[in-house]
């Protein structure tokens, strides 16, 4: 019998500690197929630093490094620097990336550090119980803001793609998002586009991800998928912010 569908061999094959309904898990599922499909599992090494990412040298069958909150960019760059035939990437969040890491980012960025960042956003700082993060929406309801954020107290969320996107030494930058099939083939098709950007020397490429965190929404998967669509989508929008590649915007 013919074999139509299989775990990638840079997923390992354990049960996830992500809650039900988050999306990590089919971003982690890209993330190894990609890396399989390029054929450089044994040269990949990633960075996870703390978040719900913090468990991911779990999952992948490659090398792993745990940095500090925030400076996933910063270790990868000392990784890569050491080890240019290596390809390194970094697995963060929107708490993580956004916020403490936000230096680490955008330097690791205008330097076009030839690595990959894979960034999850879902509007909140989900493994610490929910409260507000830099890319926490206008209005919306978190642990550190009951009432909605109010932008007068707490100003706009950040939109890190586009702000990246003005950066020269970024080489690529999308954002994608996994709510639905086409646009999952769309995110594994940037995703994987980032990693061979990297294995050909083009420099820095960010694949920004938007996500559901239902648990901390307060929402049913479903419900959650929803909201993403209604509200982060026409925040955040989907597709190339930059590509020196020549894919053009």
């Given amino acids: 019998m013919a074999v139509v569908f299989q775990r990638p061999e840079a997923l390992l094959d354990i049960p996830t500690h992500y809650c039900p309904g988050c999306t990590h898990g089919i971003i982690h599922r890209l993330v190894a197929e990609s890396i399989d499909e390029l054929g450089v599992l044994d040269k990949t090494i990633g960075v996870a630093p703390v978040g719900c990412s913090v468990l991911a040298y779990d999952y992948f069958a490659c090398d792993m490094f745990e940095a500090a909150h925030g400076r996933a960019p910063a270790v990868a760059t000392g990784i890569k620097r050491a080890k240019p035939e290596a390809v390194v990437f970094t697995y963060q969040g929107d708490g ?123 929402l049913s998967p479903q419900e959650a998928m929803q909201w993403l669509r209604n509200n982060m989508i026409p925040y955040y929008s989907l597709g190339v912010k930059k590509d020196s590649t020549g894919g053009g915007k």
């Avoid at 642990?143 to 909605?148: H, M």
């Avoid at 994987?192 to 420099?203: D, H, P, T, Y």
Wanted: with cysteine; aromatic share 6%; proline share 5%.
């Fill in 96 to 218: 993580d990336l956004a916020a403490i890491g936000t230096a680490e980012i955008v330097h690791a960025a205008t330097r076009g550090e030839n690595i990959t960042t894979i960034f999850v956003n879902n509007c909140i700082y989900g493994m610490t119980g929910g409260q507000m993060a830099p890319t926490t929406l206008p209005g919306q309801v978190t642990e550190t803001s009951p009432y909605g954020r109010d932008v007068k107290l707490a100003g706009f969320p950040i939109r890190v793609s586009e702000m990246l996107s003005t950066l020269d030494g970024a080489c690529y930058v999308e954002r994608v998002s996994v709510d639905t099939v086409p646009n999952i083939v769309k995110a594994k098709k940037a995703i994987k586009k980032a990693f061979q950007n990297q294995i050909e020397g083009r420099g820095f490429s960010i694949i920004e991800v938007l996500s559901i965190c239902p648990t901390n929404w307060g």
